[in-house]
């Protein structure tokens, strides 16, 4: 079983409540908008980190960053990116059991077409009436995906 841990649109922040709530992850998903290097770093510190470029992220660091990525966790077939409507649906392959997103700062789970969809929502600064929440994703042989979202106190 692989516990994967989901974040996105941290826009600078790294909260102590999000960093703490990913302890014990086996790897971290940042979803974009992720602000500064350092917030990478930090991730880093706490398991191996796959992120993509936001559209509010800038610099060198960001330049380095993919629009969208693709990694295998226990046999499934993760995608990621930072806008949804760049992935329209016939753009996910055959193989992508799991989409993951950021973007809008609206947690979402849902399945469409056989392939799970997921956006941690925002943990960075509050925006609008929104929460602020990261995401899991548990993914193990002979099963299928499963997500769930926490709202962190803050």
């Given at each position: 079983?692989?516990?994967?841990?989901?974040?996105?649109?941290?826009?600078?922040?790294?909260?102590?409540?999000?960093?703490?709530?990913?302890s014990g992850v086996?790897?971290?998903?940042?979803?974009?908008?992720?602000?500064?290097?350092?917030?990478?770093?930090?991730?880093a510190n706490i398991?191996?980190?796959?992120?993509?470029?936001?559209?509010?992220?800038?610099?060198?660091?960001?330049?380095?960053?993919?629009?969208?990525?693709?990694?295998?966790?226990?046999?499934?077939?993760?995608?990621?990116?930072?806008?949804?409507?760049?992935?329209?649906?016939?753009?996910?392959?055959?193989?992508?059991?799991?989409?993951?997103?950021?973007?809008?700062?609206?947690?979402?789970?849902?399945?469409?077409?056989?392939?799970?969809?997921?956006?941690?929502?925002?943990?960075?600064?509050?925006?609008?009436?929104?929460?602020?929440?990261?995401?899991?994703?548990?993914?193990?042989?002979?099963?299928?995906?499963?997500?769930?979202?926490?709202?962190?106190?803050?």
């Open positions: 079983m692989t516990l994967v841990g989901l974040i996105s649109d941290t826009h600078g922040l790294l909260r102590p409540q999000a960093a703490a709530a990913l086996s790897h971290i998903l940042h979803a974009g908008d992720i602000g500064k290097p350092e917030v990478l770093s930090a991730l398991a191996p980190v796959t992120a993509v470029r936001g559209n509010n992220d800038f610099g060198g660091w960001a330049l380095q960053l993919p629009i969208a990525a693709t990694a295998v966790f226990a046999g499934y077939t993760v995608h990621m990116r930072h806008i949804p409507r760049a992935l329209a649906p016939a753009q996910v392959q055959e193989n992508i059991s799991v989409v993951v997103w950021g973007h809008t700062h609206k947690p979402l789970i849902e399945s469409r077409g056989g392939v799970l969809y997921v956006n941690p929502g925002s943990a960075g600064p509050p925006r609008f009436s929104l929460p602020i929440s990261i995401g899991f994703l548990r993914l193990a042989e002979n099963a299928p995906p499963h997500a769930w979202l926490e709202t962190l106190d803050v």
